[in-house]
């Protein structure tokens, strides 16, 4: 019986570690896949001659290619579709400010037509992403 408490005590005190490091790595993968996608849509802006972007819908979770007047990225999970990234549950977009917009978008030399960032949280740590005005992808934890 006491080995079972003390076993019991132990998973309670571990319990709260394994899921703040899952949040963590929630954050983190998301912070990557928003990386990668901004550098994809830069390089798909140039590749197409085109401009390419990305709205950012904060209360939804998402964010996803831009549609009207835009080049569309394919979203290489779904054929034919057009990108739509949901966030993990553990993940919200805290911020966004392109100058004063939710979106980006990058002109066809690759530049962003009003840099500014994102910011992701899991509720303890926030990760700022960001595209400065050569349209290169910053990260600052």
Avoid: W
């Avoid at 899952?22 to 849509?41: S, W, Y």
């Avoid at 549950?89 to 066809?108: H, L, P, Q, Y």
């Amino acid at each position: 019986m006491l080995v079972v408490m003390l076993l019991g005590l132990m998973a309670g005190v571990a319990a709260p570690r394994y899921q703040a490091a899952g949040d963590d790595a929630a954050l983190r993968t998301a912070a990557k896949r928003l990386v990668a996608d901004l550098c994809h849509a830069r390089q798909q802006a140039r590749t197409r001659a085109e401009e390419v972007g990305l709205e950012f819908l904060p209360a939804s979770r998402l964010y996803q290619s831009l549609q009207t007047g835009y080049g569309v990225i394919a979203d290489a999970d779904h054929p034919g579709g057009r990108l739509i990234v949901n966030l993990d549950s553990r993940v919200t977009i805290s911020a966004v400010d392109f100058g004063g917009a939710e979106s980006i978008a990058f002109n066809f030399r690759g530049d962003p037509v009003s840099p500014g960032g994102v910011s992701l949280t899991d509720g303890r740590r926030t990760i700022r992403v960001m595209v400065n005005p050569l349209g290169e992808v910053v990260v600052s934890p």
